[in-house]
């Protein structure tokens, strides 16, 4: 079947199957940045923004996407690249499979939130799981980023 | 994973509910979270997102849900922030994360009947009411007892009151589900104490609901019926704890729960 869906701000026409989801989809399209990885709905790795939204690409059929907006970390390459370098600088990334997902997550809290505690800054990234660093280089990253040391 | 043949849009109701009768492996979707974990087969897939059915709104002294809004949507919903204690918004607090509740859909979660479910066990402690399109509207309390039968919930009707409520969890980790979830609420005299994911479906402890609504409460009285309530409800054992432990917990937590309550403006 197909779907006209807004991939960052370019409307496209793909055919997908009917029980596809939409990291399937997003990744046969060449977009690498969304991970697969638990495919139980709980690591966070495969996150997009759906009209502007963070959800999890891998519980998304992709057929329910048909005429709304997707943005994966390819169509926000500036600020991705901002944060990427707190992230660098504060030590907060070893292997990096999880960036991408917690990078749009964050993107996403800074729009959302305005001046979020330390409380609110743990509470919203919650469902992004990262094996490596332990969190805290995480944590020291978003705020300096965020400006609420 | 499921596997699907065919996925449909329906622009109403009627539409909706006749595809759905049309086979037995006919299957409204909600979020799709939970239903991706399992290997069903389903024939026609519904989605129900062409149904405007995604809102909250208060009107004629009853809060309205959408059986497509998502659990998001009530964490963050100004005025059930405010209605309660912000009991809703609460128990659903901590379910994964943010991109997960903004997909799961309260429909779905309710409709599922699910055991480990935290917004079942906190709505049965409210006036809440479901709207079913075939069955209509009934007590959410008389449609988790009743068999299931092919039907789509439309929406939920909470009754706005001065109700006071607490809900109370204990989760191995933060965004794991609960070990068990209590919720307990108050209007007036009437005490309800509702417990959930023991890890069967919520249920009401009468009896101790009923203990608790004679009048001014002492602390031994308090206890009393927080034991009570871990006695006449059943526990089961999974991954998550043993029977046994839950009922302790239990009996702890609903303590905890009319305290909280007692102490609510």
């Known amino acids: 079947m197909q779907i006209n869906v807004t991939i960052n701000d370019k409307l496209v026409t793909w055919d997908v199957k009917k029980d596809e989801f939409l990291v399937d989809t997003l990744r046969s399209h060449g977009l690498l940045s969304v991970k697969k990885a638990c495919d139980t709905s709980c690591c966070g790795l495969c996150t997009v923004w759906l009209e502007d939204k963070p959800v999890l690409s891998c519980s998304i059929l992709s057929l329910r996407i048909h005429g709304k907006k997707i943005t994966t970390i390819e169509g926000v390459p500036k600020e991705a690249e901002e944060f990427a370098r707190v992230l660098t600088a504060e030590g907060a990334e070893q292997c990096g499979f999880c960036s991408p997902g917690f990078i749009m997550n964050v993107l996403a809290m800074k729009n959302e939130l305005l001046n979020p505690s330390e409380e609110e800054i743990i509470h919203y990234l919650t469902g992004n799981l990262c094996r490596c660093t332990g969190y805290m280089g995480q944590l020291r990253a978003v705020k300096t980023y965020l400006g609420v040391l | ?265």
């Open chain 2, 1 to 265: 994973m499921f596997t699907l043949l065919d996925l449909v849009q329906p622009d109403n109701l009627a539409e909706a509910y006749q595809i759905l009768s049309d086979k037995r492996n006919n299957t409204i979707l909600g979020g799709c979270t939970f239903l991706k974990m399992g290997s069903k087969r389903i024939g026609t897939a519904i989605d129900l997102s062409n149904l405007k059915l995604s809102y909250i709104k208060e009107q004629a002294g009853f809060i309205e849900i959408g059986a497509m809004t998502s659990l998001r949507e009530i964490e963050t919903h100004k005025r059930l922030m405010e209605c309660f204690n912000g009991v809703l918004p609460k128990s659903v607090h901590n379910i994964i994360g943010v991109q997960f509740r903004n997909s799961v859909t309260v429909g779905a979660s309710v409709y599922s009947k699910y055991g480990f479910s935290d917004l079942i066990t906190t709505m049965l402690a409210l006036n809440t009411e479901v709207e079913l399109y075939k069955s209509g509207r009934m007590p959410l309390i008389d449609f988790l007892n009743k068999p299931k039968e092919k039907d789509i919930l439309v929406r939920l009707w909470i009754k706005v009151d001065n109700r006071k409520a607490a809900y109370l969890n204990l989760r191995n980790s933060a965004s794991d589900f609960s070990v068990l979830n209590v919720a307990v609420s108050k209007l007036e005299d009437q005490w309800t104490v509702v417990v959930g994911a023991r890890p069967r479906r919520a249920a009401i402890a009468t009896s101790a609901s009923a203990a608790l609504s004679k009048g001014e409460l002492s602390i031994e009285e308090i206890e009393d019926a927080a034991k009570r309530a871990a006695e006449e409800l059943s526990f089961g054992t999974n991954m998550r704890g043993t029977a046994n432990y839950r009922r302790a917990l239990c009996q702890v937590l609903v303590k905890r729960g009319i305290m909280e309550v007692l102490q609510c403006k």
